[in-house]
């Protein structure tokens, strides 16, 4: 085809291409959202992420790559995310925010931590579950 002939192509047509290549771009980009599990309190929310297809590309040994966000729930805040990890046989969440393990992080698996994490039971309008309010 000569170029001449590209020429006559509707623009339509050319408008179409370009949504659609843009629309690919950001599909093979994006993580998709698997699951999500909440802290013991409902304080806190992790949310789980299969890898974008590029990033599975780029991590082509992962048997399961996953991107973990780590949210606050009542303020939908992003307190975290991490690097694709690989949670193959390697993806148990543990909760180390309130006594009597209170260092204040968050564990899934052996590759994800998150720091800093304030205690659950800190804010006044809990339910009564909380140890400290015991």
């Known amino acids: 085809m000569k170029l001449s002939g590209l020429r006559k192509v509707p623009c339509i047509v050319w408008c179409l291409a370009l949504n659609a290549f843009v629309f690919l771009g950001?599909?093979?980009?994006t993580p998709t959202f698997f699951d999500s599990e909440s802290s013991p309190h409902r304080v806190y929310l992790l949310?789980?992420?299969?890898?974008s297809i590029i990033q599975r590309v780029i991590h082509y040994d992962y048997k399961m790559p996953y991107v973990?966000?780590?949210?606050?729930?009542?303020?939908?805040?992003?307190?975290?995310?991490?690097?694709?990890?690989?949670?193959?046989m390697n993806g148990e969440?543990?909760?180390?925010?309130?006594?009597?393990?209170?260092?204040?992080?968050?564990?899934?698996?052996?590759?994800?931590?998150?720091?800093n994490i304030p205690s659950e039971c800190?804010?006044?309008?809990?339910?009564?579950?909380?140890?400290?309010?015991?």
């Not at 543990?94 to 931590?113: C, E, I, M, Q």
């Open 122 to 134: 800190t804010d006044p309008t809990l339910p009564p579950d909380c140890p400290a309010k015991k």
């Open 93 to 115: 969440t543990s909760w180390h925010l309130d006594a009597p393990v209170a260092t204040n992080k968050v564990y899934v698996g052996r590759d994800v931590f998150f720091n």
């Open 26 to 29: 950001w599909y093979a980009a």
């Open 68 to 88: 973990v966000r780590l949210y606050r729930v009542n303020s939908r805040t992003l307190l975290g995310e991490s690097e694709v990890v690989d949670l193959w």
């Open 47 to 51: 949310e789980f992420y299969k890898a």
